[in-house]
């Protein structure tokens, strides 16, 4: 079974450092990677995929994520945080075998400290 | 155009009682799904609806949930015999659910449940 990790429960960040913001995954097979985000009292809204090819994905409002299959890791990442990236970030994994089920992560807290 | 909407968007119901959770997909969508958001618990796959084929029920917790989904559109999600630990952000999302990609999916912004 897919399952995911994200180590961190809450990444504090001032605005305008970097951003990153950790996943790793387990799967039988290729895997197709997501990240989500959750603002207060609103549903998930999806950032970016990587499903195959280059392993910087570029996404929504400025993120970014780089899969390494070596380290089994698709850590999410922007380049200068803004007090507005605040919010719960989900990682997802859904095997390649024709499971449509995505796993996702517990979920990162992410502060960005004006 | 219009997202994925659930009613009601906040449900509080008496333990032992049943609920009915509602959910609109995006048109055109043939993929629907059910998860569970429970805090501190991160989302938990309910269950799977993909056209007419038979729905993915592995992620159900116990028989006292079932969904159903009418005409290929909307979904109803029922818990029967609500318990405390029911308590729960219920999010619906949906996909295109083409068979040759990989399509992300579009939540709604769920319903929270709150048995008492």
């Known amino acids: 079974a897919q399952s995911v990790a994200q180590p961190e429960d809450q990444v504090n960040v001032a605005e305008g450092n970097p951003l990153t913001v950790k996943c790793t995954y387990s799967?039988?097979?290729?895997?197709?990677l997501f990240w989500y985000v959750q603002y207060p009292n609103r549903g998930l809204q999806f950032l970016l995929k990587?499903?195959?090819?280059?392993?910087l994905v570029k996404g929504s409002y400025g993120f970014e994520a780089e899969f390494n299959k070596s380290q089994t890791s698709f850590h999410l990442k922007k380049p200068s945080a803004l007090v507005s990236d605040s919010a719960l970030y989900f990682c997802?994994?859904?095997?390649?075998?024709?499971?449509?089920?995505?796993?996702f992560g517990k979920g990162n807290q992410v502060v960005v400290i004006p | 155009g219009a997202g994925v909407s659930q009613s009601p968007s906040n449900k509080v119901t008496e333990k032992g009682k049943d609920v009915e959770l509602r959910c609109d997909p995006i048109s055109g969508h043939t993929a629907l799904y059910w998860y569970r958001q429970s805090l501190g618990q991160g989302l938990e796959f309910l269950i799977y609806f993909q056209g007419n084929s038979a729905p993915d029920k592995s992620g159900l917790p116990s028989d006292r949930f079932s969904a159903e989904r009418t005409g290929g559109s909307v979904s109803t999600l029922t818990i029967q015999r609500t318990q405390q630990e029911d308590s729960a952000v219920y999010l619906c999302?949906?996909?295109?659910?083409?068979?040759?990609?990989?399509?992300?999916?579009?939540f709604g912004p769920g319903t929270r449940l709150t048995v008492t």
């Open positions: 990587y499903i195959t090819g280059d392993n």
């Open positions: 999302a949906s996909s295109l659910g083409l068979l040759e990609t990989v399509d992300e999916q579009y």
């Open positions: 997802a994994v859904r095997d390649g075998n024709g499971n449509n089920r995505l796993a």
């Open positions: 799967v039988s097979g290729n895997p197709y």
